[in-house]
Protein backbone atom coordinates (compact mmCIF):
# COMPACT_ATOMS: atom_id res chain seq x y z
CA UNK A 1 0.00 0.00 0.00
CA UNK A 2 0.83 3.21 -0.90
CA UNK A 3 1.23 6.22 1.96
CA UNK A 4 -1.83 7.79 1.90
CA UNK A 5 -2.11 11.38 3.51
CA UNK A 6 -5.02 13.81 4.26
CA UNK A 7 -5.14 17.47 5.98
CA UNK A 8 -7.96 18.23 8.46
CA UNK A 9 -8.81 21.47 10.18
CA UNK A 10 -7.89 20.47 13.08
CA UNK A 11 -11.03 20.91 15.06
CA UNK A 12 -13.61 18.53 16.64
CA UNK A 13 -16.17 19.25 13.66
CA UNK A 14 -13.76 17.27 11.38
CA UNK A 15 -13.14 14.33 13.81
CA UNK A 16 -15.97 12.03 12.45
CA UNK A 17 -14.30 12.62 8.76
CA UNK A 18 -10.77 12.42 10.18
CA UNK A 19 -12.04 8.84 11.83
CA UNK A 20 -14.17 7.75 8.93
CA UNK A 21 -10.97 8.14 6.88
CA UNK A 22 -8.60 5.85 9.24
CA UNK A 23 -10.94 3.22 9.78
CA UNK A 24 -12.05 2.92 6.51
CA UNK A 25 -8.13 2.42 5.68
CA UNK A 26 -7.58 0.16 8.44
CA UNK A 27 -10.34 -2.20 7.30
CA UNK A 28 -8.72 -2.58 3.77
CA UNK A 29 -5.35 -3.62 5.08
CA UNK A 30 -6.93 -6.03 6.91
CA UNK A 31 -6.85 -4.80 10.20
CA UNK A 32 -8.47 -7.55 12.45
CA UNK A 33 -11.79 -6.42 14.93
CA UNK A 34 -10.22 -6.60 18.14
CA UNK A 35 -6.99 -4.28 16.97
CA UNK A 36 -9.56 -2.18 15.22
CA UNK A 37 -11.39 -1.12 18.82
CA UNK A 38 -7.72 -0.83 20.08
CA UNK A 39 -6.83 1.85 17.11
CA UNK A 40 -10.04 4.16 17.52
CA UNK A 41 -9.53 4.38 21.27
CA UNK A 42 -6.14 5.12 20.60
CA UNK A 43 -6.68 7.76 17.92
CA UNK A 44 -9.29 9.35 19.47
CA UNK A 45 -6.72 10.39 22.48
CA UNK A 46 -3.92 11.45 20.30
CA UNK A 47 -6.34 13.78 18.09
CA UNK A 48 -8.61 15.31 20.40
CA UNK A 49 -5.36 15.97 22.28
CA UNK A 50 -3.62 17.76 18.77
CA UNK A 51 -7.36 19.46 18.69
CA UNK A 52 -7.24 20.72 22.31
CA UNK A 53 -3.03 21.34 23.00
CA UNK A 54 -1.24 22.06 19.79
CA UNK A 55 -2.37 24.93 18.48
CA UNK A 56 -3.11 28.58 20.45
CA UNK A 57 -6.75 29.59 21.35
CA UNK A 58 -7.73 31.50 17.34
CA UNK A 59 -5.11 30.16 16.23
CA UNK A 60 -6.38 27.58 12.85
CA UNK A 61 -3.75 25.04 12.32
CA UNK A 62 -4.00 21.13 10.37
CA UNK A 63 -3.80 18.09 11.55
CA UNK A 64 -2.52 15.37 8.63
CA UNK A 65 -2.78 12.12 8.32
CA UNK A 66 -0.89 9.31 7.06
CA UNK A 67 -1.63 5.84 6.57
CA UNK A 68 0.55 2.93 5.04
CA UNK A 69 0.93 -0.82 5.30
CA UNK A 70 4.33 -2.76 5.27
CA UNK A 71 4.09 -6.57 6.02
CA UNK A 72 2.42 -7.42 9.24
CA UNK A 73 2.15 -3.80 10.07
CA UNK A 74 -0.01 -1.27 9.92
CA UNK A 75 1.27 2.50 10.61
CA UNK A 76 -0.53 5.73 11.21
CA UNK A 77 1.28 8.75 11.51
CA UNK A 78 -0.75 11.84 12.71
CA UNK A 79 1.17 15.20 12.21
CA UNK A 80 0.44 19.34 13.15
CA UNK A 81 2.09 22.45 12.99
CA UNK A 82 1.15 23.55 16.63
CA UNK A 83 3.40 23.15 19.66
CA UNK A 84 6.10 20.96 19.88
CA UNK A 85 5.43 18.67 22.15
CA UNK A 86 6.75 15.20 23.03
CA UNK A 87 3.53 13.02 24.39
CA UNK A 88 6.21 10.16 24.73
CA UNK A 89 8.10 11.65 26.95
CA UNK A 90 5.25 12.19 29.59
CA UNK A 91 4.91 10.11 32.40
CA UNK A 92 1.92 7.70 32.71
CA UNK A 93 -0.72 8.30 35.28
CA UNK A 94 -0.24 4.22 36.11
CA UNK A 95 2.83 4.45 37.76
CA UNK A 96 1.38 6.25 40.86
CA UNK A 97 2.47 3.79 43.55
CA UNK A 98 -0.87 1.94 45.13
CA UNK A 99 -3.01 5.22 44.50
CA UNK A 100 -6.88 4.61 43.66
CA UNK A 101 -7.68 5.71 40.45
CA UNK A 102 -10.34 8.23 42.01
CA UNK A 103 -7.57 9.92 43.57
CA UNK A 104 -4.73 9.93 40.71
CA UNK A 105 -4.33 13.56 39.08
CA UNK A 106 -6.17 14.76 35.64
CA UNK A 107 -3.49 14.59 33.04
CA UNK A 108 -1.66 12.27 31.35
CA UNK A 109 -4.59 9.53 30.99
CA UNK A 110 -4.87 10.33 27.00
CA UNK A 111 -1.42 9.22 26.62
CA UNK A 112 -1.89 6.27 28.84
CA UNK A 113 -4.41 5.13 26.42
CA UNK A 114 -2.24 5.21 23.24
CA UNK A 115 0.43 3.28 24.68
CA UNK A 116 -2.16 0.73 25.74
CA UNK A 117 -3.39 0.56 22.00
CA UNK A 118 -0.80 0.74 19.81
CA UNK A 119 1.91 -1.83 19.35
CA UNK A 120 4.94 0.57 18.55
CA UNK A 121 5.05 3.88 19.33
CA UNK A 122 7.55 6.56 18.19
CA UNK A 123 7.94 10.61 17.85
CA UNK A 124 10.02 12.76 15.91
CA UNK A 125 9.94 16.66 15.22
CA UNK A 126 10.34 17.38 11.13
CA UNK A 127 9.80 20.79 9.44
CA UNK A 128 6.24 21.10 8.09
CA UNK A 129 5.80 24.02 5.43
CA UNK A 130 9.46 25.37 6.83
CA UNK A 131 8.60 25.55 10.36
CA UNK A 132 9.25 22.83 13.48
CA UNK A 133 6.28 19.94 13.74
CA UNK A 134 5.34 17.51 15.23
CA UNK A 135 4.95 13.40 14.08
CA UNK A 136 3.45 10.82 15.75
CA UNK A 137 3.71 7.35 14.28
CA UNK A 138 1.47 4.58 15.84
CA UNK A 139 1.61 0.77 14.76
CA UNK A 140 -0.32 -2.20 15.04
CA UNK A 141 1.13 -5.41 14.55
CA UNK A 142 -1.25 -7.60 12.36
Not at 54 to 70: H, P
Not at 130 to 137: A, C, I, R, V
Amino acid sequence: MEKLCRAFPAVMEEYDSMLDFVVAQAKACGVPQKKLMKLQLGFEEAVVNVIHYAYDAGTRGNLWIRIWQEPGKFFLELSNGGKCFNPLERKSPEKSSGVPIEDVAIGGWGIYFIRRSFDELSYRTDLIDGKPGNFLTMVLHL
